[in-house]
T-cell receptor, first 117, second 114 residues
Framework: AQSVTQLGSHVSVSEGALVLLRCNYSSSVPPYLFWYVQYPNQGLQLLLKYTTGATLVKGINGFEAEFKKSETSFHLTKPSAHMSDAAEYFCAVTVADRGSTLGRLYFGRGTQLTVWP | KAGVTQTPRYLIKTRGQQVTLSCSPISGHRSVSWYQQTPGQGLQFLFEYFSETQRNKGNFPGRFSGRQFSNSRSEMNVSTLELGDSALYLC?????????????FGDGTRLSIL
C-alpha cells in the first residue's frame, strides 16, 4: 500500500528565507512523486514531478525537490520565500506498476505555508 | 488550451437530496478522476474513468457514483446526501491515467449540506 507523510501541518517563514517542506512516502514499488499547491478557493496546481531520471527536479515558481530513495523522501525547497508562496502544499504519490492503483494519487495531509513580511 | 472545468462552483443542498457534479477535462485527456477534500479526511480518491469505463474506485459508499461520456466529460452523482458529504469535490484529468502523467485539477465544486 502507498502512503504519504508530510511532517508539519503548518510552516512559517520570513520573506526571503529558505522554504523546506518535508514529505516521506511508503511504496512497495518504485513511485512517481508529485508536489501540488492549492491557493484559497482553487484546485490543485502541479509544482513539479519525479518519474524517472535525475533525482533533483525543478518546478515552477523557483521550487525544487530531491528524490532520495534510501530515505524514502521527496522534500520541497525554495531558496527564498515570497509572499505569494503562501498556500497549502500537498505531496502525492502514484505507483509505476499496472493494476488497480494505476492513475490513483495518494496525498499527504498537506502543509500550510505562511510567509511573514 | 482550456483547463479542467467543473460546474457548478458552489452548491447548497439539504440532507436526503441528490446532486450531480460535472467535469470537462482538458481536450484530448481521456482519464478523469474525482477526489473529495475535507478538513478532517484530507484528499481522498473517489473513482477514475477512462474511455467511459470505471477503472478504479476508492473506498466510498455506493451513494457515490459517476459516469463518463464519449467526449470524456464526466459526472459524479451523490444520492441521499448526508451532512458528512459537505466537501470540496475535485476533478482531475490526464491523457491516459498512467501513473507517470501528472493530473490536472479543476477548481472544484464546493458542496454544502444543510
Amino acid at each position: 500500500a502507498q502512503s504519504v507523510t508530510q511532517l508539519g501541518s503548518h510552516v512559517s517563514v520570513s520573506e526571503g528565507a529558505l522554504v523546506l517542506l518535508r514529505c516521506n512516502y511508503s511504496s512497495s514499488v518504485p513511485p512517481y512523486l508529485f508536489w501540488y499547491v492549492q491557493y484559497p478557493n482553487q484546485g490543485l496546481q502541479l509544482l513539479l514531478k519525479y518519474t524517472t531520471g535525475a533525482t533533483l527536479v525543478k518546478g515552477i515558481n523557483g521550487f525544487e525537490a530531491e528524490f532520495k530513495k534510501s530515505e524514502t523522501s521527496f522534500h520541497l525547497t525554495k531558496p527564498s520565500a515570497h509572499m505569494s508562496d503562501a498556500a497549502e502544499y500537498f505531496c502525492a504519490v502514484t505507483v509505476a506498476d499496472r493494476g488497480s492503483t494505476l492513475g490513483r494519487l495518494y496525498f499527504g495531509r498537506g502543509t500550510q505555508l505562511t510567509v511573514w513580511p | 488550451k482550456a483547463g479542467v472545468t467543473q460546474t457548478p462552483r458552489y452548491l447548497i443542498k439539504t440532507r436526503g437530496q441528490q446532486v450531480t457534479l460535472s467535469c470537462s477535462p482538458i481536450s484530448g485527456h481521456r482519464s478523469v478522476s474525482w477526489y473529495q477534500q475535507t478538513p478532517g479526511q484530507g484528499l481522498q480518491f473517489l473513482f477514475e474513468y477512462f474511455s467511459e469505463t470505471q477503472r478504479n474506485k476508492g473506498n466510498f459508499p455506493g451513494r457515490f457514483s459517476g459516469r463518463q461520456f464519449s467526449n470524456s466529460r464526466s459526472e459524479m452523482n451523490v444520492s441521499t446526501l448526508e451532512l458528512g458529504d459537505s466537501a470540496l469535490y475535485l476533478c482531475a484529468s490526464s491523457p491516459t491515467g498512467a501513473g507517470n502523467q501528472p493530473q490536472h485539477f479543476g477548481d472544484g465544486t464546493r458542496l454544502s449540506i444543510l
